[in-house]
Nanobody, 125 residues
Framework: QVQLVESGGGLVQAGGSLRLSCAAS????????MGWFRQAPGKEREFVAG????????YYADSVKGRFTISRDNAKNTVYLQMNSLKPEDTAVYYC??????????????????WGQGTQVTVSS
């Protein structure tokens, strides 16, 4: 069983920064592909960023490229999402997700088996 706990959300002005953290349980965290998704009210959950376990390859949604950075610290069982130059349209609940089986990053929620409870990010204009 894998448990994921996100933290770091909050209220920030447009142009500001936040860093989200996702702490994972599980002895084989280093072998999980990890992803960040977000869901705004009335919208589908969408892929934000992902990172593989093997080489730490990263993938981003076009809407966040150049502004967000995903990283992981396997020694701390933690994955991070550094968010810079935030925009009001980034406002959403952000979720951390784990895929224990794939060696690649998928951008569809169905590929991920474990989810955190989510953390709210609100960007004011």
């Amino acid at each position: 069983q894998v448990q994921l706990v996100e933290s770091g959300g909050g209220l920030v002005q447009a142009g500001g920064s936040l860093r989200l953290s996702c702490a994972a349980s599980g002895r084989t965290f280093s072998s999980y592909t990890m992803g960040w998704f977000r869901q705004a009210p009335g919208k589908e959950r969408e892929f934000v960023a992902g990172i593989t376990w093997s080489f730490g390859s990263t993938y981003y949604a076009d809407s966040v490229k150049g502004r967000f950075t995903i990283s992981r610290d396997n020694a701390k069982n933690t994955v991070y999402l550094q968010m810079n130059s935030l925009k009001p349209e980034d406002t959403a609940v952000y979720y951390c997700a784990a895929d224990p089986y794939s060696g690649t990053v998928y951008d569809t929620p169905d590929e991920y088996d474990y989810w955190g409870q989510g953390t709210q990010v609100t960007v004011s204009s």
